[in-house]
């Protein structure tokens, strides 16, 4: 039985809820198409704040959907250093594995993630309990305290995960840059047409990108991303608003074709074809998150323009001159408008 490559966030509560916040995770146990991906929502009430934490086994990229956030990243290494910058609705920050990090509301209104991870089943460990279980007496000795100062805060190994801050932040305006961020809001989309528009991040843009990358997707009334294929990354999409349709083509032979609301994701395997269409008079956007920093695409638009008409007439079984009126393109044309 072929697996459904869509799953609707908005019929699941988050699995982790608190007083300030939650996060809501969609990995392989309850989204079974995915690969080497995984999502989460984070959504984090005025002043409330997500621990630090780190990931061991994968690397997250997390969009900033709405809100205003203050995120300090612990780098590894000897060398030591933090980076602390503000990140704000249409910016993304890239967090290396097992790097400590935290997020924090610094705005009034609430604050929304996307966080992609390049595993489908991302593992937490967090500094609440990573001091919880330290023995009072090798802590002592790593900060020159008395043991009875961490016997104080050893009430329990289970993590605080989302918490409220008691202090104002006072932004500082270093905050605003870093090497950690990019701004794809605030980019200039490098493909724009009647049909919509992409910004498109990768390794180039964005230096510190490791395994992962984001494509911000906007698709006019009836705007169409043409059909296509990634040869070398998979393909996560979240629908942020509008409406889409969407259809995939498997190696065996099954077709996939659903429709997408707003808070809806779906799985494109790595290599599967498929197409995004905006549905219903809507302008639709996505959030579409790859698990390579320089994803590879192979549109039809350049794959019919590749092989000479004789072929074609012979692959479709048409007359000599039906596919003369065809445009050669040799390269994708990427989104298109006008789709029926």
Request: with cysteine; net charge negative.
């Amino acid at each position: 039985m072929s697996l459904s490559h869509c799953f609707r966030t908005k019929d699941i509560t988050p699995q982790k809820i608190y007083a300030h916040g939650n996060r809501l995770d969609v990995g392989k146990e309850i989204f079974p198409s995915l690969r080497e991906m995984a999502l989460s929502i984070l959504t984090l009430h005025e002043n409330g704040f997500r621990e630090p934490h780190w990931h061991p086994n994968a690397h997250e990229l997390a969009y900033c959907v709405e809100g205003k956030a203050l995120i300090t990243i612990f780098s590894a290494g000897s060398s030591g250093g933090h980076d602390t910058f503000i990140i704000q609705e249409g910016e993304l920050a890239f967090i290396p594995m097992g790097f400590l990090h935290h997020i924090q509301n610094i705005g009034k209104e609430s604050l929304r993630f996307l966080i992609c991870y390049n595993s489908s089943s991302p593992e937490d460990i967090n500094l609440s309990s990573a001091v919880g279980v330290s023995p009072a007496n090798a802590l002592s000795a790593t900060f020159h305290l008395p043991p009875s100062f961490f016997e104080n805060i050893h009430a329990s190994v289970a993590a605080t995960f989302i918490e409220k801050s008691s202090s104002p932040v006072a932004v500082r305006n270093e905050w605003k840059t870093n090497q950690f961020k990019i701004d794809v809001k605030g980019m200039a989309p490098q493909i724009k047409n009647p049909g919509g528009a992409v910004r498109l991040i990768n390794q180039f843009s964005f230096p510190v990108l490791h395994e992962l990358t984001m494509y911000s997707l906007e698709l006019e009334e009836k705007g169409v991303r043409e059909p296509h294929w990634h040869p070398n990354a998979h393909e996560l999409n979240f629908l942020i608003e509008g409406r889409a349709k969407i259809l995939l083509l498997s190696p065996d032979g099954s077709v996939d074709s659903f429709d997408m609301f707003p808070g809806d994701m779906s799985f494109l395997p790595k290599g599967y074809f498929h197409y995004i269409q905006s549905i219903e008079g809507k302008k639709a956007r996505f959030a579409i998150f790859f698990n390579h920093v320089f994803p590879s695409d192979i549109g039809i638009s350049g794959a019919l323009g590749a092989y000479p008409n004789p072929l074609l007439v012979d692959l479709f079984k048409t007359s000599d001159s039906y596919f003369d009126p065809l445009p050669k393109y040799q390269k994708d044309v990427f989104v298109v408008a006008g789709g029926g």
